[in-house]
């Protein structure tokens, strides 16, 4: 990484916030390791050089084990602040979590420094712990958040560097105020940074991220705005959250097309859908990435740091004499230099090699420290310490706090770095706990331990946990990296193995033939028939998965790149010379309760007499051979067939925003540099995108998927195949700003595409039940197995914009490779860029949701072993 883009985006209210944020991990170290260097002093094991005031003890005498629990009460606080803080950052926002916190960072120091007895002491650590736990749960997600997409390994360490920087601070003030009641100045010191925390989060913003999941689209390009600085383009950052463009619209033209209606509906991401702790260990996809964080954070803290961080200063006490304070001193020292230095290696090198590299340092630095205390060997002792920080420095002490928000998607993040947190504070809790008996009673050989733990936290780590550098999010984990995250639904059919030679790349999802190849089936197996499309309980945001998803804000399906230009040794399908010539007849829009905009364009051509359709979401595709003026049509003739920008309302005279807004008084802008309010043909295609002011960006290509109409599956609700839930799993896809802000169009093939007819379908039904799969079905009826074309698709979705000239490619919806080819045409009039996956409910579910019966496993297995390269144009 070039040191300079470090600070390239860098301004200085994005530091302002930075500081402000760490200065609760600079808390969390502080507490950790106040009572390390001033021990002996508080526990009475020094003579007192000063009489003890008469209010307060100078000194209060405690055993090891009572030490233990005084010093054990600031985990308990920082599991319980733990637990809590991922629900409350999710509901109320990562600044008032941040400013609740510091409440507690001021309030526990109190107690600490004036504390008579232990019973005090232990109540101002488990305050401190409270807000100490909480802080190490909401800071990463927010510096997460805040950071530069293409930085946020660099200053997601930052969370760990002020860890230290608050541990180097409690060292110094150690090492000089150790003796007589100076003490006390070291607790209450806490609580003065505690104070400035609060009072610098007044001025700090709230998360962008964060405000744009809640609906808040244009406080979130503020608050981005602000960070970034008023020059920086912000539109790809805010983009690639999955954030509906729509939801920034212009008040003024909101009024002139919609009158009085109320504004676009936002993307409701309320307080109360982020996944609870129980949702998260439940969940299908994220119960594996929570025990993988679960994990690392146990290896964290079970590797050793803190017996050096803790209980340093005692445990070389006798080996180094009076320099095992300043030997601790140079430790905090060193830890800071070496993970700041570290900083840019888990976006370099990755996040798994660096705690790879580092759990092996550790675990070699464990066995020198033994042989060095066993033996009495204090240079040996020394370097080994030194050794050993720098190795934590380097992977284990940034990478956990990142991982645990980069392994689930945003709605799962909080609750996942409570439950990851909670894992740190109870492996801190032990070791705080019987460090001191086990050190006591095994001496150095305690660390022989250490090694051993670390030694089996580096095979977990090298063979569970994915990579996740440069990912933007959960969805693209590699999952050939990882056996921990394996497909994401099972059990697989027997079947879907076979389907590992046909393309998609990813293990994880279960490669499977799409409905544009199929034909019957249903969203269930029971007799009923599916819900309305557009009905609220399964219109956007709910997506396809388990049940009734409880999440708006769904992570996208797995997409596989594609460049059919490359050469290949795939068979190219055959393709037809010219493709059809095709108009669109009328478009009408579908009112949906969320979401995109639905519009039913219906389509004639010169190859047959059916009329294809295409439904199209969002307001920025649309069809050329629509918006085409004909001739001695009115306004109103164009207005009834759908040639209008905008929505219509009663009063309407013009098709064309253009046109109102002359009339207001209102001068718009235009693509064809025309000014007298007029809009040329050429234009009329992306004229509503640009009138309703949508802030799509191209980040995300529109969604396409090729349908051909079958029987059963539409209309009579078989268990043939799920012709059906793919169709509405598509649409619910696109429909989702989320996931397509740019929305997408299905091109929905009348008669399945190949002219067979009713009469011939039921009888390949009954032969199948006969005996006979789907293609020797087909072939006993004289059929062609699989002949359908795509020609009619390719030209319609050029119609649409999605092909030509000048357009940036499509992402296509389905499992098969070579369809790719087929829809892109003889000419690759369209392009596309990716083929995203198609996954049966059944399988995500495990049978749980969807259809799941014999006829389609047989109909599947058909299609994986013989229509791979039938695909043909007629």
């Known amino acids: ?23 609760g991990p600079l808390l969390f ?26 209010t307060l003890p100078q000194c209060i005498k405690m055993t090891p084990t009572e030490w233990g629990v005084v010093g054990s009460m600031y985990t308990l606080g920082g599991l319980l602040g733990a637990l809590s803080a991922g629900p409350l950052a999710s509901k109320y926002g990562r600044r008032r979590a941040m400013q609740l916190n510091s409440i507690f960072f001021i309030v526990g120091p109190i107690f600490e420094a004036l504390s008579p007895n232990i019973g005090v002491m232990a109540t101002g650590r488990l305050l401190s712990g409270v807000g100490a736990g909480a802080a190490v749960v909401v800071v990463p997600i927010y510096i997460s958040e805040i950071a530069p997409p293409a930085q946020k390994g660099f200053f997601g360490a930052f969370t760990q560097i002020m860890c230290n920087v608050g541990i180097l601070i409690t060292q110094l003030l150690g090492y000089f105020l150790s003796h007589d009641q100076y003490w006390r100045i070291i607790l209450a010191a ?8 609060l009072l610098g989060l007044l001025l ?3 998360s962008p991220k964060y405000l744009a999941e809640q609906g808040h689209a244009s406080l979130a390009k503020k608050a981005l705005r602000s960070i970034r600085g008023e020059d920086k383009d912000i539109n790809e950052e805010f983009n690639s959250w999955g954030v509906d463009g729509a939801q920034v619209v212009n008040d003024e033209e909101q009024t002139l097309l919609q009158g009085d209606e109320a504004a676009p509906p936002k993307n409701q991401a309320g307080n109360d859908e982020s996944l609870s702790i129980t949702q998260v260990l439940r969940h299908p996809d994220y119960k594996k990435a929570a025990f993988a964080v679960i994990m690392i954070m146990l290896a964290q803290q079970l590797s050793g740091i803190n017996s050096i961080v803790m209980y340093g200063v005692s445990l070389l006490a006798d080996l180094l004499a009076s320099n095992s304070a300043l030997l601790n001193l140079a430790v905090s020292a060193v830890n800071i230099v070496v993970t700041t230095g570290c900083a840019p290696l888990p976006d370099k090198l990755g996040r798994k090699v660096c705690l790879l590299q580092s759990l092996a340092g550790m675990g070699i630095s464990s066995l020198l420290l033994a042989i060095g205390i066993m033996r009495s060997i204090p240079v040996l002792s020394a370097v080994a310490v030194l050794l050993f920080v720098s190795s934590f420095a380097l992977g284990l002490g940034p990478v956990p706090f990142i991982l645990s928000a980069e392994l689930v998607g945003p709605e799962a993040v909080g609750a996942t770095q409570s439950i990851a947190l909670a894992a740190n504070w109870i492996a801190t809790f032990l070791v705080a706990q019987f460090f001191p008996l086990a050190s006591a009673k095994l001496h150095g050989k305690v660390y022989i ?34 056996p921990m995250f394996p497909p994401l639904h099972s059990p697989r059919p027997e079947h879907s193995q076979r389907l590992d030679d046909y393309g998609l790349d ?34 956007p945001p709910a997506t396809p998965g388990l049940s009734t998803p409880s999440d708006p804000r769904p992570r996208p399906p797995r997409s596989v790149p594609v460049d059919t230009s490359l050469p290949s040794d795939t068979p190219r399908p055959e393709l037809l010379e010219e493709l059809p010539i095709v108009e669109c007849e009328v478009r009408a829009r579908i009112p949906t309760t969320t979401g995109h905009e639905m519009w039913l364009h219906v389509y004639r051509n010169n190859v047959d007499t059916k009329e294809h359709l295409a439904i199209v979401f969002g307001n920025n595709i649309r069809s050329k051979s629509l918006d085409r003026e004909r001739e001695g049509e009115t306004e109103m003739d164009r207005m009834t067939r759908g040639a209008y920008v905008g929505r219509l309302y009663p009063g309407r005279t013009h098709s ?6 002359k009339e207001e008084g209102v001068m718009p802008k235009y693509q064809n540099g025309t000014s007298d309010g007029s809009l040329s043909p050429s234009s009329a295609a992306s004229s509503e995108a640009d009138d309703v002011a949508s802030e799509t960006g191209t980040s995300q290509l529109p969604l396409v998927r090729i349908h051909s109409e079958c029987y059963t599956g539409e209309t009579v609700w078989s268990a043939r195949c799920d012709c059906g839930e793919q169709l509405d799993e598509a649409a619910r896809l696109m429909s989702n700003p989320s996931i397509s802000p740019s929305g997408g169009a299905i091109i929905y093939l009348r008669q399945e595409g190949r002219g067979i007819g009713l009469g ?14 789907t293609y020797e079905a087909n072939v006993l009826l004289r059929h062609p197995a699989d002949a359908r074309s795509y020609g009619l698709a390719t030209s319609m979705l050029v119609d649409l914009g999605l092909g030509g000239v000048g357009t940036q490619g499509i992402r296509l919806l389905t499992n098969n490779p070579d369809k790719v080819r087929a829809v892109e045409g003889p000419g690759r009039e369209v392009i596309v860029r990716e083929r995203v996956a198609m996954v049966p409910l059944a399988w995500k579910t495990g049978g749980k949701a969807g259809i799941k019966s014999e006829e389609v496993e047989k109909y599947l297995s058909t299609k994986i072993e013989k229509f791979k390269h039938m695909l043909t144009q007629q």
């Open 506 to 539: 990813d293990d994880s999802i279960p490669p499977f033939d799409d409905s544009a190849d199929k034909h019957a089936g249903d969203r269930r197996s029971s007799q009923a028939p599916p819900p309305s499309l557009l009905s609220p309980a399964f219109t």
């Open 1 to 23: 990484m070039n040191p300079r883009s470090w600070f390239s985006d860098l301004t200085p209210y994005f530091v302002y916030v930075l500081f402000v944020a760490t200065l």
């Open 190 to 197: 806490g609580g003065v940074i505690g104070v400035l925390q």
């Open 29 to 54: 170290g502080f507490h950790l390791s106040e009572l390390n260097a001033p021990e002996d002093v508080i526990r009475c094991k020094k003579n007192s050089i000063v009489a003890a005031a008469a």
């Open 449 to 482: 331990i250490f090694a051993a733990l670390s030694a089996a936290f580096f095979v977990f780590i090298g063979w569970f946990v994915p990579e996740t550098k440069g990912k933007k999010n959960a969805d693209e984990l590699p999952a050939h990296s990882s």
């Open 204 to 206: 700090s913003v709230e």
């Open 656 to 661: 064309r925003v253009s046109q109102l807004k």
């Open 760 to 773: 011939e379908k039921l009888k390949a039904y009954n032969l199948q039940d006969l005996g006979n799969d």
